[in-house]
């Protein structure tokens, strides 16, 4: 289990590594109400797929906001684990 995190103002991306699949869960998101609607959670979720990428891993979006992500941000779908087999 890993996490995320911008300290400054708590917000954190909890995840869980299975090096042997090869797969990142990324399980959830919390930013603290005050620092809510700036863009915190949007800037972890992009930490952890650029991690993905460059360590070629694929994400389990376990977390409700990933799909958020996803649908502002495309590009990162062919990071995502293939749930339709």
């Known amino acids: 289990e890993g996490l995320f995190s911008i300290d400054a103002c708590n917000a954190i991306l909890e995840y869980q590594?299975?090096?042997a699949s090869k797969t990142l869960d990324l399980q959830h998101t919390f930013t603290p109400p005050e620092?809510?609607?700036k863009g915190l959670a949007e800037k972890l979720v992009?930490?952890?797929f650029a991690y993905?990428?460059?360590n070629s891993l694929k994400v389990i979006p376990t977390c409700s906001y990933i799909h958020t992500y996803?649908?502002?941000h495309p590009e990162h779908e062919q990071h995502v684990v293939d749930t339709a087999q």
């Open 35 to 37: 620092h809510r609607g």
């Open 70 to 72: 996803l649908k502002r």
């Open 52 to 54: 993905a990428s460059s």
């Open 17 to 19: 590594l299975d090096e």
């Open 46 to 48: 992009g930490a952890a």
